[in-house]
């Protein structure tokens, strides 16, 4: 199966730089673009901010009143408004252009920020949460950017030929990670730092969501000199036609929204509540969770980039199974923990196998996925994971509030080894084109 990019996209990159063998060189080889290049450094702002609003989010709305039930119908509004945007982006962009999204959702993302740094007024916040879906927590791994995920994913891989897309999506995951690092570590300490200067606490937490809208505006501003057009769709046979997707695209989005939705419910259960997870279980603040955060993000660093690696040794479909798998077991494990710092390393071994399956199922459905199709296909495969992910925080949180701090958890590590299950049956045989002899050879070095 040879990847349409090659053929209807004007955009793919042209190597523009001698290799050479230092370090810098090994991270943003010849093969990145000026383009490619500004969507990674706009993925680190966003997910700069979304790291910091992520750890300072629950605490901050515990501490002002909230109860974990109405944290988490904050979670599911927050979540469903996304999945609004995801699907809408994601058949906008591939029929107008994709460089629109990732500029005005980081501005209605910062609209948000001004409105948590300046007031606590319970329907302000809700309204400014959703249209900015700002705030929801995801542990360590909050650097995500949002829901214009499904634009950016089409844009980076129609700027990049198939052998590199592997290496290119985990690059990607590495400047969202480089980002939680500083947002969800160093900035989040704020609200525990401030105080020692003379600055109230509530101050200072609104200080550090102010930071969050100007991260949040900077990045989307990044964006603007890339170039981006209409995607062009190709031409197809009567046999070849589907309603909005070709049959095979058909095929491959009903087994992808299978397996998302027991991995949205998954998430759902334990993901937007990490923060809140480690605060009332152990009474650990803003400071202590975000050093948290920072060894586990340093310490995953280095397997975004070896992601492309493992694809290559055992295939793309084999590494994204057993990475869901471990992440699925090492659950237990960690909420069963009895200290803050036992459960944490715990946690880290768990946020390494993320950090690799995260990146190669995007690359994965974009390479299977033809390129006028992309930003739809990965919406609607989203769609299934984004709405069982909303309804399930509501749920976990009214059993946060009977006490049992450890059932959503193990709720979600079972939902989560199924999800895995049936993606390595689902999809064993399909293989993406960097694999089935099309194309060119993977690159040497992630």
Same mark, same amino acid.
């Given at each position: 199966?040879?990847?349409?990019?090659?053929?209807?996209?004007?955009?793919?990159?042209?190597?523009?730089?001698?290799?050479?063998?230092?370090?810098?060189?090994?991270?943003?080889?010849?093969?990145?673009?000026?383009?490619?290049?500004?969507?990674?450094?706009?993925?680190?702002?966003?997910?700069?901010?979304?790291?910091?609003?992520?750890?300072?989010?629950?605490?901050?709305?515990?501490?002002?009143?909230?109860?974990?039930?109405?944290?988490?119908?904050?979670?599911?509004?927050?979540?469903?408004?996304?999945?609004?945007?995801?699907?809408?982006?994601?058949?906008?962009?591939?029929?107008?252009?994709?460089?629109?999204?990732?500029?005005?959702?980081?501005?209605?993302?910062?609209? *948000?920020?001004?409105?948590?740094?300046?007031?606590?007024? &319970? @329907?302000?916040? +809700?309204?400014?949460? $959703?249209? %900015?879906? !700002? /705030?929801?927590?995801?542990?360590?791994?909050?650097?995500?950017?949002?829901?214009?995920?499904?634009?950016?994913?089409?844009?980076?891989?129609?700027?990049?030929?198939?052998?590199?897309?592997?290496?290119?999506?985990?690059?990607?995951?590495?400047?969202?990670?480089?980002?939680?690092?500083?947002?969800?570590?160093?900035?989040?300490?704020?609200?525990?730092?401030?105080?020692?200067?003379?600055?109230?606490?509530?101050?200072?937490?609104?200080?550090?969501?102010?930071?969050?809208?100007?991260?949040?505006?900077?990045?989307?501003?990044?964006?603007?000199?890339?170039?981006?057009?209409?995607?062009?769709?190709?031409?197809?046979?009567?046999?070849?036609?589907?309603?909005?997707?070709?049959? *095979?695209?058909?095929?491959?989005?009903?087994?992808?929204? &299978? @397996?998302?939705? +027991?991995?949205?419910? $998954?998430? %759902?259960? !334990? /993901?937007?509540?990490?923060?809140?997870?480690?605060?009332?279980?152990?009474?650990?603040?803003?400071?202590?969770?975000?050093?948290?955060?920072?060894?586990?993000?340093?310490?995953?660093?280095?397997?975004?980039?070896?992601?492309?690696?493992?694809?290559?040794?055992?295939?793309?479909?084999?590494?994204?199974?057993?990475?869901?798998?471990?992440?699925?077991?090492?659950?237990?494990?960690?909420?069963?923990?009895?200290?803050?710092?036992?459960?944490?390393?715990?946690?880290?071994?768990?946020?390494?196998?993320?950090?690799?399956?995260?990146?190669?199922?995007?690359?994965?459905?974009?390479?299977?996925?033809?390129?006028?199709?992309?930003?739809?296909?990965?919406?609607?495969?989203?769609?299934?994971?984004?709405?069982?992910?909303?309804?399930?925080?509501?749920?976990?949180?009214?059993?946060?509030?009977?006490?049992?701090?450890?059932?959503?958890?193990?709720?979600?590590?079972?939902?989560?080894?199924?999800?895995?299950?049936?993606?390595?049956?689902?999809?064993?045989?399909?293989?993406?084109?960097?694999?089935?002899?099309?194309?060119?050879?993977?690159?040497?070095?992630?």
């Amino acid at each position: 199966m040879k990847d349409p990019t090659l053929t209807s996209t004007p955009h793919i990159n042209q190597e523009r730089r001698p290799a050479n063998g230092t370090l810098i060189s090994r991270f943003w080889p010849n093969w990145i673009s000026r383009d490619m290049s500004l969507i990674l450094l706009a993925r680190a702002g966003m997910s700069t901010m979304r790291g910091l609003a992520g750890v300072l989010t629950p605490i901050y709305l515990a501490l002002i009143g909230f109860s974990a039930l109405r944290l988490g119908l904050l979670f599911t509004v927050v979540g469903l408004t996304s999945t609004i945007f995801t699907l809408m982006i994601g058949f906008t962009s591939d029929r107008i252009g994709r460089k629109i999204f990732l500029i005005v959702l980081p501005v209605m993302a910062a609209g *948000a920020g001004v409105v948590f740094a300046l007031t606590t007024n &319970v @329907t302000a916040i +809700f309204i400014a949460a $959703a249209l %900015g879906t !700002f /705030g929801r927590g995801a542990g360590a791994g909050a650097g995500a950017v949002g829901p214009y995920m499904p634009a950016e994913s089409a844009l980076l891989a129609e700027k990049v030929a198939p052998r590199y897309r592997n290496s290119l999506f985990g690059r990607a995951a590495f400047a969202a990670n480089l980002g939680a690092l500083l947002g969800g570590g160093l900035l989040a300490t704020l609200p525990d730092v401030l105080p020692h200067f003379h600055v109230p606490t509530m101050t200072a937490f609104r200080i550090a969501y102010g930071i969050a809208a100007v991260l949040s505006l900077v990045s989307g501003l990044i964006v603007l000199p890339i170039a981006d057009a209409r995607p062009v769709r190709a031409p197809r046979t009567s046999r070849q036609r589907g309603v909005i997707f070709s049959r *095979a695209t058909w095929g491959i989005l009903i087994k992808l929204g &299978v @397996t998302n939705a +027991f991995n949205g419910t $998954a998430v %759902g259960f !334990f /993901g937007p509540f990490i923060t809140y997870w480690l605060f009332r279980r152990y009474g650990a603040g803003p400071a202590a969770i975000g050093l948290l955060f920072s060894i586990i993000n340093i310490a995953t660093l280095v397997s975004n980039l070896g992601a492309a690696g493992l694809a290559r040794r055992f295939g793309l479909v084999r590494a994204i199974v057993f990475g869901r798998i471990l992440q699925a077991i090492l659950i237990v494990p960690m909420v069963l923990a009895p200290t803050f710092w036992l459960a944490g390393m715990v946690y880290l071994v768990r946020m390494l196998a993320q950090r690799v399956a995260l990146p190669l199922r995007q690359s994965y459905v974009m390479g299977v996925i033809p390129n006028d199709e992309r930003a739809s296909a990965s919406a609607l495969s989203n769609l299934p994971s984004q709405l069982t992910m909303s309804v399930s925080p509501s749920i976990a949180g009214a059993i946060f509030d009977t006490g049992q701090l450890a059932l959503p958890f193990e709720i979600g590590a079972l939902l989560q080894l199924i999800n895995a299950l049936l993606f390595g049956v689902f999809f064993n045989k399909l293989r993406p084109p960097e694999e089935d002899g099309d194309s060119a050879p993977a690159e040497s070095a992630s």
